[in-house]
């Protein structure tokens, strides 16, 4: 009973300070409420306030050689082609009897993960005997200086669902074999895929995948002497590949920017920001693009998204790593909050706008169609609406 008259004792004579610390000392919490009506939170539209921009293609230097996708084919305007090179480890066996040996048969087998265009149209392509060195840094700069024999090694060609076998001179593994024993005598420097139909691409799984669909070629070797007699088949997997694409999409229309996977068509896209306080705090920014749906293009895979870069420098139109948002699709648009760009501009007083590219530049040939800044409608041109934030002066 006197533990109970205590506690209350002790609320009667606590309870008056809890009333004045309420009416006289707000918390911080309270401060921070206070403290909203010192805020204007204004609104910038592109479209309703009519900010300048450009909206404007731009082609970067791609190497393709990290692709989980080899591309061959061609249309009227772009080719792709396929460098492959197999490591032939070649056992001490086959190399002390290399003269002996009988070369009966090479098969190549690829396997097809991607295509693009019109798959109706016939599958025919070159397959020729590289003779100069090269990597997988290989670019379409250098695809100049590239040798190779003229001449096709292709003898048939096997199509089931998305295997491809590719029945090819045998003398082309004869002489690389004969290079695995000598390198001063022959080189190994795998073959070129060279397309010769129009209006198709083929993807096929490159030597990094990670699953078993690499690509490979099967050698059956014979000797039959009177001391020895056997046939053996052999497989090896490609060691090293790329696959070079020249040329690029023409736009669609002097209205419509195109963005293109794999050729390294991109879209360099600037706002005029002079509009926005010098002390403004950017909450968001949203980023609207309006798809082309007429002349978008698509493959069989692909991610349907863009990704805006902060670009970093006016000359080398350089990106920073720290500014990358991701747009989503969404109906027939593009869109995502890029305030962390505006803001960082701002910030920096160095606004060289935005670096618009495919989600996966290395994979696929697709040709993002978008509006660009001078479509005859206001409405489809890109659009930037920020919501920002200001101390009342």
Not at 87 to 116: C, E, G, M, P
Not at 263 to 278: C, E, I, N, R, Y
Not at 308 to 337: E, K
Request: proline content about 3%.
């Amino acid at each position: 009973m006197c533990q109970k008259l205590f506690s209350l004792w002790q609320l009667l004579v606590l309870l008056p300070f809890f009333f004045i610390a309420c009416s006289e000392d707000p918390s911080s919490l309270g401060k921070d409420l206070l403290g909203q009506d010192d805020i204007i939170v204004s609104k910038l539209d592109s479209y309703a306030d009519t900010l300048n921009q450009k909206f404007e293609p731009h082609h970067a230097k791609l190497s393709l050689g990290a692709s989980d996708v080899l591309l061959v084919g061609k249309d009227a305007n772009v080719e792709s082609q396929i460098l492959l090179a197999f490591s032939l480890a070649v056992t001490d066996k086959y190399l002390t009897n290399f003269d002996s040996l009988t070369f009966i048969s090479a098969d190549i087998s690829l396997t097809r993960n991607y295509y693009f265009g019109d798959t109706l149209q016939p599958f025919n392509v070159g397959i020729h005997q590289i003779t100069s060195s090269w990597n997988s840094l290989f670019t379409a700069d250098s695809l100049s200086k590239l040798t190779y024999d003229q001449a096709s090694v292709v003898q048939s060609t096997n199509i089931s669902s998305n295997a491809y076998s590719f029945s090819v001179n045998p003398n082309l593994a004869k002489e690389w074999f004969k290079a695995a024993k000598d390198t001063s005598s022959a080189k190994n420097y795998g073959v070129l895929f060279k397309p010769t139909g129009l209006s198709r691409f083929t993807g096929f799984a490159a030597s990094t995948s990670l699953n078993s669909d690499v690509p490979t070629i099967k050698i059956v070797v014979k000797k039959a002497t009177a001391y020895e007699s056997y046939q053996d088949t052999l497989t090896y997997n490609g060691s090293v590949d790329v696959h070079i694409i020249q040329g690029t999409f023409p736009e669609a229309n002097n209205k419509t920017l195109t963005i293109q996977s794999g050729a390294g068509v991109q879209g360099t896209l600037w706002f005029d920001l002079s509009k926005l306080p010098a002390d403004a705090v950017v909450n968001t920014a949203k980023l609207t693009l309006s798809i082309d749906t007429l002349n978008m293009k698509v493959g069989s895979s692909y991610s349907d998204g863009l990704v805006a870069y902060q670009i970093a420098d006016s000359v080398s139109d350089s990106t920073t790593a720290s500014f990358v948002i991701s747009l989503p699709r969404s109906g027939n648009t593009y869109s995502g909050d890029v305030a962390r760009i505006i803001n960082n501009a701002i910030l920096t007083k160095n606004n060289y706008g935005m670096l618009i590219t495919s989600p996966y530049q290395v994979h696929g040939i697709e040709n993002f169609a978008l509006f660009n800044s001078t479509a005859a409608n206001n409405e489809l041109k890109p659009r930037l609406v920020i919501t920002y934030s200001q101390k009342k002066k």
